[in-house]
């Protein structure tokens, strides 16, 4: 599964970069894609996302709807067309369907999407789906309502994320669901888990495991890479790879048999996916990151509150996507240790 490393030479000056009118960093790579943190506060304390402790934003710092949806507009003239909302726990953030509602009106944009742990989805499918939003991503980690419960420090929600992932599909939302996978943990339930794509048909998208973990317990030993994942399912059932869309994050599986359920694998620690990377980020309190494993942030807040043109919001969100690093691939091959750059909940994956 192992793939070459296509990211480009780099260049120094962002004026040399071809296409002035996109979003280009200095590789080359063109953003298509924003992922939004809509609140980094979560219903949820996953063990391998949340601290003990967690310190949440101050309300005052997490930008309005009004604010989102102008850098979204902004984003969106250079180039960007599909948003997808996450956190924390988006559909924590009060009234989160009118968000959805202002960006799908923005020009250019095709399409928003959320990832969620899923706990809201009984009360709030239909009205996310009503406002314009397009599909869900739900995490679940487990088939096992106690270790459910273990995962997410909670109890006895296990069946409400099922209701709520049957009551999005019943309302027409596009369904598919994440699993992050860790050794010596729920590496167990990954045929299980297949089975229920299989049978669901739907989406099952397994992630491995990253060094955003807010108890810092990642090691490269608890990975369990995407290979074995596909290696492990192919022998109950058959699958046949598809090809994959550029800039996607998952190498994606088709099951041979009846099934249109299919199989994801987001080999972002073994085989990364950095030379067609099209995404950038928006934390809730307004910063901007190029490169989910890059330390560099760019906070746009200040020029927003004090009341800069789009022109210059424009050239700094260029100026800091510009920047963005050449990502994990490059790591990894110059064999820099991984470091724990930020809890996966303040940026939302
Ligand atoms: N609360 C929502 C949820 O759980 O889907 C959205 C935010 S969550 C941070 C976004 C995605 O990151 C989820 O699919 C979650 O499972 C995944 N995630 C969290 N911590 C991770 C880690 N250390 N490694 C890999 N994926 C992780
Ligand atoms: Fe919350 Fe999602 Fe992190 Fe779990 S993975 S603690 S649901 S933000």
Redesign the pocket.
């Known amino acids: 599964m192992r793939r070459s490393l296509s990211i480009g030479r780099k260049v120094k000056d962002p004026n040399l970069m071809s296409d002035k009118g996109s979003l280009v960093d200095s590789f080359g790579r063109v953003a298509a894609k924003l992922r939004i943190s809509v609140t980094?506060r979560?219903?949820?304390?996953?063990n391998?996302?949340?601290p003990v402790h967690p310190v949440w934003l101050p309300h005052d710092e997490i930008l309005s709807f009004e604010e989102i949806t102008r850098l979204s507009t902004i984003f969106a003239k250079m180039g960007i067309n599909k948003i997808r909302l996450?956190?924390?726990?988006p559909t924590m953030r009060k009234d989160v369907e009118k968000l959805v509602r202002m960006l799908v009106g923005v020009p250019g944009i095709e399409s928003v999407n959320m990832?969620?742990?899923g706990?809201q989805l009984v009360d709030k499918a239909a009205v996310l789906k009503e406002n314009g939003l397009r599909g869900v991503t739900v995490?679940l980690h487990t088939l096992k309502s106690d270790r459910f419960d273990e995962?997410?420090?909670t109890r006895n929600n296990f069946d409400r994320v099922l209701d709520g992932i049957k009551k999005a599909k019943e309302v027409g939302l596009k369904m598919k669901i994440n699993c992050?996978v860790i050794k010596g943990y729920n590496k167990d339930e990954i045929i299980d888990l297949a089975r229920l794509a299989y049978e669901e048909e739907i989406t099952m998208r397994f992630i491995e495991f990253m060094p955003f973990d807010?108890k810092r317990l990642w090691g490269f030993e608890r990975v369990f890479g995407g290979e074995g994942i596909v290696r492990e399912i192919s022998r109950e059932y058959p699958l046949s790879k598809l090809s994959r869309e550029h800039g996607s994050t998952a190498e994606i599986y088709a099951f041979t048999g009846e099934s249109k359920g299919k199989i994801g694998v987001i080999t972002s620690i073994t085989a990364p996916f950095c030379g067609d990377c099209d995404r950038v980020r928006l934390k809730a309190d307004g910063k901007v990151v190029p490169c989910l494993f890059g330390s560099e942030e760019f906070d746009i807040r200040p020029l927003l509150r004090r009341g800069d043109s789009d022109k210059k919001l424009e050239e700094f969100v260029k100026k800091s996507f510009f920047q963005k690093s050449s990502g994990v691939e490059t790591m990894l091959k110059e064999q820099v240790p991984l470091m724990h750059i930020r809890?996966?909940?303040t940026i939302?994956?």
């Not at 996450?86 to 726990?89: A, D, F, H, I, R």
């Open positions: 980094d979560c219903n949820f304390q996953c391998f996302c949340m996450s956190g924390g726990e990832t969620t742990n706990f995490s995962i997410t420090a992050v807010g809890p996966m909940y939302g994956g």
